[in-house]
């Protein structure tokens, strides 16, 4: 989770003739399945994709990622560029200790995840539907993790098997003494 402070905002009101103060609002954000899936049901478009968003598109995902409740439309009004940052910057985070090894295919995906892609994968994996409050980047990781364990194992070339069994049979000649 991440927590942010809104800072309060002075203004004029005419009514009155006074200024008027509102308070800074220290906002709860979690970057989770549920929050993409609020987005995208709004904006009917991919969230995760390598085309960036307007500010309107950012602070509404700000909305859909608030676990704070009762927040006033002002408050997202008030969102500064540095808040956005501190915001993205989260959203980026792996919040996970494992990293996984990428392999060169030289091809590309060209399927877009959804939030309704990564539920699928949830159900065909049998990852539970708690998971879907994690942060995002922690639960792609545990998919990509069950994605490559289910995989079967990859067959070894020939030249490395056959480099496999000259490397066993030297130690063997060596531990024995034996010259053949």
């Not at 009155?16 to 308070?23: C, D, H, I, R």
């Not at 008030?78 to 996970?96: A, F, N, S």
Request: glycine share 2%; proline share 4%; net charge positive.
């Amino acid at each position: 989770m991440l927590q942010i402070k809104v800072p309060g905002k002075e203004f004029w009101d005419e009514a009155n003739e006074v200024f008027v103060y509102s308070e800074d609002k220290t906002l709860v954000l979690e970057h989770s399945l549920v929050s993409l899936s609020k987005w995208e049901s709004k904006w009917k478009k991919p969230f995760l994709t390598d085309k960036p968003l307007n500010s309107e598109e950012l602070i509404d995902y700000v909305r859909c990622m608030t676990v704070t409740q009762n927040v006033s439309d002002d408050v997202y009004e008030r969102i500064t560029p540095q808040i956005l940052k501190q915001v993205m910057d989260y959203t980026q985070d792996p919040m996970t200790a494992t990293w996984i090894r990428e392999e060169k295919t030289g091809k590309r995906g060209s399927e877009q995840i959804t939030s309704e892609l990564i539920y699928y994968w949830m159900v065909s994996m049998n990852i539970p539907f708690e998971c879907q409050k994690w942060h995002l980047n922690r639960l792609l990781t545990l998919i990509r993790i069950c994605s490559i364990k289910n995989q079967p194992a990859k067959k070894m070339k020939q030249r490395d098997v056959l480099r496999q069994y000259a490397a066993i049979n030297a130690a063997r000649r060596k531990q024995t003494g034996s010259r053949g």
